[in-house]
């Protein structure tokens, strides 16, 4: 018994530095109009899109006379602000046309920049936070799709989804706005290759490629043709009824013609006859 006391003594005293360590985090979230990025404050790391605003907000720390931003990536440090109680707001250059500092609760609002990954602390002259994990990345752009837009029913044919910046965590391909799901008909090759075996007249349609990463999700669509083999056997049957139309119409004519010699010889011989 008295094992298990000084194990739940010792289990709070380890939990007091904790829970102070708690009290003095940074939360922070995306806000709107972000909507492809994660808009839920988040305490200890954030994943944000380039141009996108977060805000860092700051739990109450003691003060009397001055606080800080500060910013830190690998070796890298520098101060985001200054701000010396009820003076003017000492903003580093490179933040000032895209930070608001609000001096009563000394939140941080940021338009995000590529380079802003790295760890954020705000600190007063006697307490700090934990550092905070940003990650900035860039939406995706429309992705684009490569591919034979037009393919004889029977025929293979695949269709490649590309990007032509960033990384996508995962593709998935729609056809005529529903999900595609594989089969041995549709096959995904590669997560961004959609290949369709043995196509039939009913694969045409509308293909979209929907692309995502962990800040945004983009897609674009294409027109996929399947010919029918119809296709070729109505010129031909059209070609042979035209040909043969032609050739009856040309006997025809020849009949016609011997027919009318006939006739002229006939009113040449009445001719003759009257004179
Ligand atoms: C913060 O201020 C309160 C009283 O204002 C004091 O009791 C406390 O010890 C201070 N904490 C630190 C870490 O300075
Ligand atoms: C702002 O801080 C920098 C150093 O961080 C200092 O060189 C500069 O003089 C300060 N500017 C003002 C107006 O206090
Ligand atoms: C701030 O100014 C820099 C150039 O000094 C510019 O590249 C950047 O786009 C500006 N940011 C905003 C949010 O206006
Ligand atoms: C600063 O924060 C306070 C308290 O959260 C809020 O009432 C005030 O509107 C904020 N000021 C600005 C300029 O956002
Ligand atoms: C998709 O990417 C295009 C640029 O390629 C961009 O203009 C558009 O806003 C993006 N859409 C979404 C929903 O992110
Ligand atoms: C597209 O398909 C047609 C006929 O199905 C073929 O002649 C052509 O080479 C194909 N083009 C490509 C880029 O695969
Ligand atoms: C995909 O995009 C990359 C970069 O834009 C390009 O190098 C590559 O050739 C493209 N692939 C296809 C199949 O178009
Ligand atoms: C494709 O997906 C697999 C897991 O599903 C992943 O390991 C691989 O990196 C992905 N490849 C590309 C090019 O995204
Ligand atoms: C054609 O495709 C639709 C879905 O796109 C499916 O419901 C239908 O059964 C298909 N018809 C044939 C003949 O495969």
New binding site residues.
Partial sequence: MCVCCLLALLGLLARGPGAAGARSAITAQTLAPCYSADLKPTSGRLISAVSCTVLLAVPPLNTSTVVFWEYKNGPHEEFILKYYLNKPVNTTSSYKNRTKFNETDFSLQMVLQLGDSGMYRFRTESQETDWFQLEVIEPLPAPEIVGNSSVKAGGNTKLVCNISEG??DS?WWKKNGELLLGSDHFQFV???TLHIIEATMNDSGYYACVVRNKVSQNETSFLLHVQNAANMVLPVVMACVIVGSLIGVFVWCRRRGRFRHRVCSASEVSRKWRA
């Fill in positions: 990384k996508a593709y590669h997560n961004n």
